[in-house]
């Protein structure tokens, strides 16, 4: 199933940007 891969790769993407807020 690829909508696994979609909805890790979201999540992945949204945990990056909230980690990348958090250190600015």
């Known amino acids: 199933l690829r909508y ?3 909805i ?3 999540y992945y993407v ?3 940007a ?3 807020y ?3």
Request: charged share 20%.
């Open 8 to 10: 890790y790769r979201f």
């Open 14 to 16: 949204f945990w990056a």
């Open 4 to 6: 696994q891969v979609v």
């Open 18 to 20: 909230q980690l990348a």
């Open 22 to 24: 958090r250190l600015r």
